[in-house]
C-alpha cells in the first residue's frame, strides 16, 4: 500500500516512460495500420507484438485463439490482476485507401492504435512494477470485429474455434481465468470528445436465413414454381412492420441484406438467403427483437409454402464498463486533458466482445479521439497517432 502522495509520484514516474516511448509507439501504431489483417489471421500483427514482449523480458504465451499474445508482468507484492488489451484485427474494407490490395483488409476501426496504447502502458507499467500490488497482463486479442463469419461458422464446426469472436473464444478457453479486470483504450469516429468513459454497447445476435422453394419457368409456367425471393421479401416487410414494438431505451437495430435472391429472372428464385444483425441494448430486449424475426421469417415462409431454416449465432453480449473503473479512468484522465475534454456514459447502437468480457469481470473502454472519418467507413483513418495511441 501506498500513501496518495506516493501514488501521485508513481504515475508520473509511469507517465515518464510512456513519454520517453513516445516516438516508437507513434511509429508502431503507423507500421500496424499499414499491415491490416483481418480477425483470427492476425499472424503478423502478433509477431510484432511478441517481439516486444521479448524485447521487454516479459514472459508470454503465442496463439491464443489462433493469434492472441498474452504476457504477464509479476507485481512487487501480491493482488489483482488487471489486463490491458489491445485489438489486432482489421476489417474486410477493400476500397479504403489503406487496404491491403491484396486481402482487402484495412484498419477502418483503429485497432492498430489500441495494440500500440497496450504496448504503451507496459513500457509505463515496468518503471513502476516493484511498487505494484498485484500483476499486470498485456493482451494482445483476436478478431474483435465480425468478418469472414462463414470462414469462422467453418473453423466453429471444425472445433478449431468455440465463438465467432475473439474474447468470446478466450473466455471459453479460459485465457481470462487468471485475470480480474480487463480494460482497453479504443479510438472513436471524427469530431468525438477527446476521451469518453462509461460508454455502453448493444448486444448482437446474426441469423443466417434460407428460404428454398421450386423453381419453374418463370414465362410459360410461373404457377409451377415456389418463389422462395418472395418469402424473403415478404419477411423483410414483415420485419419492418414490427418496428413500433421496440423501445427506444433499448436501442435497438435490426439490419438485413439478402446474399442470395435466385439466379436470373427468367426463373423462378427456389433459393434466397437473408443476413440479419439484431442489436439491442439488453438480453431481453435481444429475445424480444430476435423473436419478431423469427415469426417474420415464419410468415414468408407460410405465405408462399416455401421452407424456412435459420441458423442463430449470438454474436456479442451488451457491454457495460464498471462505474469504479470509469471513475478512476475519468479522474486520471482529468489530469491530463481537463474535466471539460471528457464526457461520460453515452450509448452506443455498434456492438464489442468487451461485452462478453464485461459479464465475467469488471471492464473499462474509453473511447480516444485521433482519427477522421466514421467508424467502418472507407474514411476512416487515425491521422493523430500520439492522440490515438501514446496520450
Ligand atoms: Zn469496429
Ligand atoms: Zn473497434
Known amino acids: ?47 510484432v507484438v511478441a517481439d516486444w514482449f521479448t524485447g521487454m523480458g516479459l ?4 496463439g491464443l485463439s489462433r493469434t492472441g499474445v498474452k504476457a504477464r508482468m509479476t507485481g512487487g507484492s501480491s493482488g489483482p490482476t488487471a489486463a490491458v488489451l489491445g485489438e489486432l484485427d482489421a476489417l474486410l474494407l477493400p476500397g479504403h485507401p489503406l487496404a491491403d490490395p491484396a486481402t482487402g483488409a484495412a484498419h477502418a476501426c483503429g485497432h492498430h492504435a489500441q495494440v500500440a496504447s497496450m504496448l504503451g502502458a507496459a513500457m509505463g507499467l515496468a518503471a513502476v512494477r516493484e511498487q505494484l500490488d498485484g500483476d499486470v497482463v498485456f493482451f494482445a486479442v483476436p478478431a474483435e470485429e465480425s468478418t469472414e463469419l462463414e470462414w469462422r461458422r467453418e473453423l466453429v464446426r471444425a472445433g478449431e474455434l468455440r465463438h465467432l469472436v475473439g474474447k468470446a473464444d478466450l473466455i471459453a478457453r479460459g485465457a481470462f481465468d ?5 480494460m482497453l483504450c479504443h479510438t472513436a469516429s471524427e469530431g468525438a470528445p477527446r476521451l469518453s468513459v462509461g460508454d455502453s454497447h448493444n448486444g448482437s445476435v446474426v441469423k443466417s436465413v434460407r428460404f428454398e422453394g421450386r423453381a419453374s419457368h418463370a414465362g410459360a409456367s410461373p404457377w409451377r414454381g415456389v418463389n422462395a425471393l418472395k418469402s424473403a421479401t415478404l419477411a423483410l416487410a414483415a420485419i419492418d412492420a414490427q418496428r ?11 439490419n438485413a441484406v439478402m446474399p442470395h435472391g435466385g439466379s436470373a429472372p427468367t426463373a423462378v428464385p427456389d433459393r434466397a438467403e437473408l443476413e440479419v444483425v439484431i442489436r439491442a441494448r439488453t438480453v431481453d430486449a435481444l429475445r424480444h427483437a430476435c423473436d419478431a424475426v423469427d415469426r417474420a421469417v415464419r410468415s414468408g415462409a407460410v405465405a408462399l409454402g416455401t421452407t424456412a431454416t ?13 462505474p469504479g473503473l470509469t471513475e478512476l479512468c475519468r479522474a486520471n484522465a482529468a489530469t491530463l486533458f481537463g474535466e471539460a475534454a471528457i464526457s461520460l456514459g453515452a450509448h452506443r447502437g455498434a456492438s464489442t466482445d468487451m461485452g462478453d468480457l464485461s459479464e465475467v469481470m469488471p471492464v473499462l473502454h474509453p473511447f480516444t479521439s485521433g482519427a477522421v472519418g466514421d467508424a467502418h467507413s472507407v474514411d476512416y483513418r487515425v491521422t493523430d497517432h500520439a492522440a490515438a495511441a501514446v496520450e
Open 1 to 47: 500500500m501506498s500513501t496518495a502522495a506516493e501514488v501521485t509520484e508513481l504515475k508520473r514516474a509511469a507517465r515518464e516512460a510512456v513519454e520517453s516511448s513516445r516516438d516508437r509507439l507513434i511509429e508502431l501504431s503507423a507500421d500496424l495500420q499499414r499491415h491490416p489483417e483481418t480477425g483470427y489471421r492476425e499472424e503478423r500483427g502478433a509477431a
Open 59 to 62: 514472459p508470454f504465451e503465442t
Open 178 to 182: 487468471d485475470v480480474d479486470m480487463a
Open 244 to 254: 413500433d414494438t421496440f423501445r427506444d431505451e433499448d436501442a435497438v437495430r435490426v
Open 310 to 322: 435459420t441458423e442463430t449465432t449470438l454474436n456479442y453480449l451488451p457491454h457495460h464498463q464498471d
